[in-house]
């Protein structure tokens, strides 16, 4: 069954924070179409203004297509609100508070990006909630919703299974990304990252201005914060007996808890970090293969070898050579 994703967009949105996830969702309709045969698409795409037609963004130029009104819409499954410097006036419509408490209580996964998080406090859906925005506008938050425990320094949060919220504009596609894990698993979740050139799907824990961090999965697991520190930690032991210790859990429990939550045993998942980590490397660096193995917990040049041929059938030498921006 199709999945209804629609998307609330007004004037003055922040054109990225709609169509950043948007795309996110796109791309996984056409891998699944390609990949899986669906005879439909896994998602439906919408967006939704004030009414049809044209919606000025707040980039000079820029605009979107609304298919239809919100007011027109009755239900969906997941519902996307945007940021952008026109929340303001659109969280003080009285009309569209309560279609989103309407929409909530009909069943509807509500998410928002950047700003959006602000609509959501206007119309309540934050009171008792953990909840996240640009770090530009946590005070603002905690204005409008003073009992919303805030955390400040998050990618994207998880209130529950049907209300998430996301810090500024790339944020919105990490979300997306975390949407489709949960939807589908993490195995598709990182196929598109890296057909996006996002190389890898940040967890909602990461701060929102520290450096770009890789991590697979929910971000109120254990495990997701585990997966955080395994993408630093590349060069030491990150063998089952020792990741289940972190975690403190026995380490069958640990295999099958974290193969149910990425869809990858751990070892599995351990192999791919290291994959991308050295492919990065030679792309982006002159560095020697004995350091980049090094660098990656792979030991040695020969082990960086062995693997570059078995997944990816080529030399790290030719991989350089073909991929290389250095």
């Given at each position: 069954?199709?999945h209804?994703v629609?998307?609330l967009?007004y004037r003055?949105?922040?054109v990225?924070d709609?169509?950043?996830?948007m795309?996110?969702?796109g791309r996984?309709n056409?891998?699944?179409?390609?990949?899986k045969?669906l005879?439909?698409p896994?998602y439906?795409?919408?967006v939704?203004?004030?009414?049809?037609g044209?919606?000025?963004?707040?980039s000079?130029?820029l605009a979107?297509?609304?298919?239809?009104s919100?007011r027109?819409v009755?239900?969906?499954?997941?519902l996307?609100?945007a940021?952008g410097i026109?929340?303001?006036?659109?969280?003080?419509?009285?009309?569209?508070?309560s279609?989103?408490?309407a929409?909530?209580?009909?069943g509807a996964?509500?998410a928002s990006?950047c700003?959006g998080?602000?609509?959501l406090a206007?119309a309540?859906?934050?009171d008792g909630?953990?909840?996240?925005t640009?770090?530009d506008?946590?005070?603002?938050l905690?204005q409008l919703?003073?009992?919303?425990?805030i955390v400040?320094d998050?990618?994207?949060?998880?209130a529950n299974?049907r209300l998430?919220?996301?810090a500024g504009?790339?944020?919105?596609?990490?979300l997306a990304?975390a949407?489709?894990q949960r939807?589908?698993?993490?195995?598709?979740?990182l196929e598109?990252?890296?057909q996006l050139v996002m190389f890898f799907k940040?967890?909602?824990?990461?701060?929102q201005?520290?450096r770009?961090?890789?991590?697979?999965?929910?971000?109120?697991d254990r495990?997701?914060?585990l997966?955080g520190?395994?993408?630093?930690?590349l060069d030491q032991?990150?063998s089952?007996p020792?990741l289940?210790?972190?975690v403190?859990?026995?380490?069958?429990n640990?295999?099958?808890?974290?193969?149910?939550?990425?869809?990858?045993s751990?070892?599995?998942y351990?192999e791919?970090?290291?994959?991308?980590a050295?492919?990065?490397?030679?792309?982006?660096?002159?560095?020697?293969?004995?350091?980049?193995?090094?660098?990656?917990g792979?030991?040695?040049?020969?082990?960086?070898?062995r693997?570059f041929?078995?997944?990816?059938?080529?030399s790290?030498?030719?991989?350089r050579s073909q991929?290389?921006g250095?």
């Amino acid at each position: 069954m199709t999945h209804r994703v629609l998307c609330l967009a007004y004037r003055d949105v922040q054109v990225l924070d709609v169509t950043g996830p948007m795309e996110v969702f796109g791309r996984a309709n056409r891998w699944l179409v390609q990949q899986k045969s669906l005879r439909e698409p896994a998602y439906s795409l919408e967006v939704v203004a004030e009414q049809a037609g044209t919606v000025a963004c707040s980039s000079p130029g820029l605009a979107l297509q609304a298919a239809r009104s919100w007011r027109e819409v009755q239900a969906a499954d997941t519902l996307l609100v945007a940021g952008g410097i026109g929340w303001e006036r659109i969280a003080a419509d009285l009309e569209l508070r309560s279609w989103l408490r309407a929409m909530q209580a009909g069943g509807a996964r509500i998410a928002s990006i950047c700003t959006g998080a602000l609509v959501l406090a206007s119309a309540g859906l934050l009171d008792g909630k953990r909840a996240t925005t640009h770090w530009d506008y946590c005070d603002r938050l905690a204005q409008l919703a003073p009992g919303c425990s805030i955390v400040p320094d998050a990618i994207y949060l998880c209130a529950n299974d049907r209300l998430y919220t996301s810090a500024g504009v790339t944020a919105g596609m990490d979300l997306a990304l975390a949407l489709i894990q949960r939807d589908h698993d993490a195995a598709l979740a990182l196929e598109i990252a890296q057909q996006l050139v996002m190389f890898f799907k940040r967890s909602g824990s990461q701060p929102q201005r520290s450096r770009t961090l890789a991590a697979q999965a929910r971000d109120h697991d254990r495990i997701a914060e585990l997966q955080g520190w395994m993408v630093d930690h590349l060069d030491q032991d990150l063998s089952v007996p020792t990741l289940a210790r972190r975690v403190s859990m026995s380490p069958r429990n640990f295999a099958r808890r974290f193969q149910q939550t990425s869809a990858l045993s751990p070892a599995r998942y351990v192999e791919q970090l290291r994959l991308e980590a050295a492919r990065r490397r030679l792309e982006e660096s002159s560095q020697g293969l004995t350091p980049i193995a090094a660098e990656v917990g792979l030991g040695s040049a020969e082990s960086l070898r062995r693997l570059f041929q078995r997944h990816l059938s080529m030399s790290p030498q030719q991989y350089r050579s073909q991929f290389s921006g250095a």
